[in-house]
Nanobody, 119 residues
Framework: QVQLVESGGGLVQPGGSLRLSCAASGFSLDYYAIAWFRQAPGKEREGVSCISSTGGTIYYTDSVKGRFTISRDNAKNTVYLQMNNLNPEDTAVYYC????????????WGQGTQVTVSS
């Protein structure tokens, strides 16, 4: 059974950091890109970052460039999103999703993890 499980969300003060994890099971990450999306209340879901199957291609949305870092450990079947210098606009539910490539439509989604940035 294919599963993606996010963890690492929580409440953090502005300027703080969190590291999200996306643990995959039921398939090997070796053959898939993984993307992070987020959805804030009342807003559309937006793509945050994507990493190709080999890690050789990485994308970030402009608002997180220089603050977020995506990485993967295929041996652990896990993808990470290191988020630094968080601000209240980063508050959202964060989801990871499996894709054949970073340009393709996601075909599996995790359940999401809440990130709240507030003082």
């Amino acid at each position: 059974q294919v599963q993606l499980v996010e963890s690492g969300g929580g409440l953090v003060q502005p300027g703080g950091s969190l590291r999200l994890s996306c643990a995959a099971s039921g398939f090997s990450l070796d053959y898939y890109a993984i993307a992070w999306f987020r959805q804030a209340p009342g807003k559309e879901r937006e793509g945050v970052s994507c990493i190709s199957s080999t890690g050789g291609t990485i994308y970030y949305t402009d608002s997180v460039k220089g603050r977020f870092t995506i990485s993967r450990d295929n041996a652990k079947n896990t993808v990470y999103l290191q988020m630094n210098n968080l601000n209240p606009e980063d508050t959202a539910v964060y989801y990871c999703a499996r894709r054949r490539a970073c340009w393709s439509t996601p075909n599996y989604w995790g359940q999401g993890t809440q990130v709240t940035v507030s003082s």
